[in-house]
């Protein structure tokens, strides 16, 4: 029987990718979405990979959703946290709700979406929880106070519970991404897009399966000696 996958934001562009790899990778993957019905049902109709639909903001829903995943297709051994969300804004004029809603998304959506998987992944003695944070936790960037705080938040996360975890079998580890070829980064103005690349030693931007494949890798049972390690993959544009 095939491991069970959980990717939060897994229906659209860098966890669609994950989720796709790790079924090419033999796992029974499912992926969690928040919002787009029509993105959701489309990636399902592509895949047959099953979306379950929650925000990982709200840790009732968490909890609701990990025992439906899991009472549909069997106990979750890989959970990768990528759900995230922007609200961009220079600090002066970011407002109290812009920087809840991404911490609430961000930081506190790891936390919700890991501490209901955690007693079980103990219980078996193993698991993998990969945590996809950002350039932007490991840096900074001008006007995401908000993002780059709670992505940083998510390495401080993984390094501690990698320490809890190791006894029971248990990686816990971090991809940052650099700037990827996603639908969002795609539809910002070419000139600024160029600007980007101009930063990136490599000379282009990141591909979605890229990261894919990282994901693929630390969730192997080969990469069981690695845990509350940060696996930086932007092109050489920022050493950690």
Sequence with gaps: MSKVALVTGGSRG??????????AAGYTVAANYAGNDEAARAFSAETGIKTFKWSVADYDACVEGAARVEAELGPIAVLVNNAGITRDAPFHKMTPQQWKEVIDTNLSGVFNMTHPIWPGM??????????????NGQKGQFGQANYSAAKAGDLGFTKALAQEGARANITVNAICPG???TEMVMAVPEKVREAIIGQIPVGRLGEPEEIARAVVFLAADDAGFITGSTLSANGG???A
């Excluded at 860098?14 to 079924?23: E, V």
Aim: aromatic fraction near 14%.
């Design 14 to 23: 860098i966890g669609a990718a994950i989720s796709k790899a790790l079924q």
């Design 122 to 135: 103990r219980e078996r003695k193993f698991g993998r929880v990969i945590n996809i944070s950002s350039i």
């Design 179 to 181: 700037y990827i070829a």
């Design 237 to 239: 544009q920022f050493f």
